[in-house]
């Protein structure tokens, strides 16, 4: 089955520690973005590649760091820089920058 | 910046009702329009999109409209269905902002049997 998978579904950790939230996909889409989602709030766009071995900041970057060494994998870490890092993240992929965006199951982080 | 969207409204509506959800955005230069359904713990859901220079596309059970002089995009659900029940999402995408998507707040539908 193609599709975008994140893992692990919850995770906890202890203030001050960075952590690192997987993401892959099998459907050789070009374009992965991060989101993050508080309760009762949109998705906000923390980064994006449009292209292996390239990415971008988006609107709430600060905190966070990721890589795209894979077309398949953007790995996203967590920083003990995030000032408030519980919510919701999700992961997407899209054929083209611009084009219908396929989402993850998120990827639920609360941090202790 | 550029904002889409409400801050997170929510409709109750009746089942076999139809259902109109609404969206302001306000980059009248955005080229294309997708909505999205997002249910509880899970990760948004395409449903359907049009572009900027469409008026109006149709799916299965749903429709989305677009009136540009007024900024406006609305979903209108037909014979709205329990498993409806979920917040949606409008987005934007700006191609010269560099394709990215721009989320609006959502609104919760709550459908009543």
């Known amino acids: 089955d193609g599709g975008i998978t994140q893992s692990p579904k919850y995770l906890f950790r202890k203030e001050g520690q960075n952590v690192t939230l997987s993401c892959e996909q099998n459907?050789?889409?070009?374009?992965m973005y991060w989101y993050r989602q508080d309760p009762g709030q949109g998705l906000r766009l923390i980064y994006y590649?449009?292209?292996?071995?390239?990415?971008q900041k988006g609107d709430i970057a600060e905190g966070y760091s990721v890589s795209r060494e894979k077309k398949e994998s953007f790995p996203l870490t967590v920083t003990s820089a995030q000032k408030n890092p519980t919510a919701f993240y999700l992961c997407?992929?899209?054929?083209?920058?611009?084009?219908?965006?396929?989402f993850g199951p998120g990827t639920r982080l609360t941090v202790l | 910046g550029e904002s889409v969207g409400l801050h997170l409204p929510t409709l109750s509506v009746q089942e076999g009702d139809n259902s109109i959800i609404n969206c302001a955005y306000s980059?009248?230069?955005?080229?294309?329009f997708i909505w999205y359904k997002q249910e509880s713990g899970k990760g948004p859901q395409f449903i359907i999109d049009?572009?900027?220079?469409?008026d109006k596309r149709q799916g299965q059970r749903v429709t989305v409209l677009l009136n540009k002089t007024v900024k406006h995009l609305s979903l209108q659900i037909a014979a709205t269905q329990p498993g409806d029940s979920a917040v949606y999402f409008c987005?934007?995408?700006?191609?010269?902002?560099?394709?990215?998507?721009?989320f609006g707040g959502g609104t919760r539908v709550l459908v009543k049997p």
């Open positions: 590649s449009q292209i292996v071995n390239d990415f």
């Open positions: 459907l050789n889409h070009d374009a």
């Open positions: 997407a992929s899209s054929t083209l920058p611009g084009s219908e965006q396929f």
């Open positions: 987005a934007e995408i700006f191609k010269a902002a560099g394709n990215k998507l721009t």
């Open positions: 980059n009248s230069a955005s080229d294309y």
């Open positions: 049009i572009r900027s220079n469409m």
